[in-house]
């Protein structure tokens, strides 16, 4: 089982950034991706970006160039650095691990004014 630990949700205007973080904890493979996902009112959760242990990323093409995953695996830490955040970038952030099972964390909430 694993513990994701989601912080770095807020509100912040159009063209401001924000920093997410995601703690996970348990027991699991060291062989995984973690990644985030977002959904707003409405919509679909959609893919945001991922990263796998190796370090190989995925993104999204309507966040490339603003935002950037990484992670720190001693740590057991992801992260994403969003840039010039515009208003549909708000949504629910979801932190999400895979290691052949699947988990999610609780959500962050991310609203961007304009």
């Known amino acids: 089982q694993v513990q994701l630990v989601e912080s770095g949700g807020g509100l912040v205007q159009a063209g401001g950034s924000l920093r997410l973080s995601c703690a996970a904890s348990?027991?699991?493979?060291?062989?995984?991706?973690m990644g985030w996902y977002r959904q707003a009112p409405g919509k679909q959760r959609e893919l945001v970006a991922t990263i796998t242990s190796s370090g190989t990323t995925n993104y999204a093409d309507s966040v490339k160039g603003r935002f950037t995953i990484s992670r720190d695996n001693p740590k057991y830490t992801v992260y994403l650095q969003m840039n010039s955040l515009k208003p549909e970038d708000s949504a629910l952030y979801y932190c999400?691990?895979?290691?052949?099972?699947?988990?999610w964390g609780q959500g962050t909430q991310v609203t961007v004014s304009s």
């Open positions: 999400n691990f895979q290691d052949g099972s699947v988990y």
């Open positions: 348990g027991h699991f493979f060291s062989s995984n991706t």
